[in-house]
């Protein structure tokens, strides 16, 4: 599974960051996920949680929010938001989109107890 992947290398960069830290435990991890990275939240949370097992993280709460993807249209040469692959521009309905961003997933607030 996709998703058990993603939360396994989270697991890893928050567990090692909070090791650097000389952190006890992990309270809570805020993560971002963009609209095209083809995960679920809902997947990723519970694979998170999975994942977090017998860890520093194991008493974490796993706070999921997803960015917008973004693309570039070279019918209209604007910077068009984009939230699935496949759609037309929104502005001028063209197919010509290069994605930007919104395939990425960031760790993005980490909480220590
Ligand atoms: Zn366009």
Redesign the pocket.
Known sequence: MHELSLAENVIRIVESAAQRAKAQRVSRVRLAIGALAHVDADTLQFCCTLAARQTLLAEAQFEIEQTPGRAH?A??Q?D?ELNQIGFP?P??G?FELQVIAGEEMQVLEITVA
Do not use: A, F, I, Y
């Open positions: 249209c019918s209209c604007l068009v521009c502005h001028c063209g």
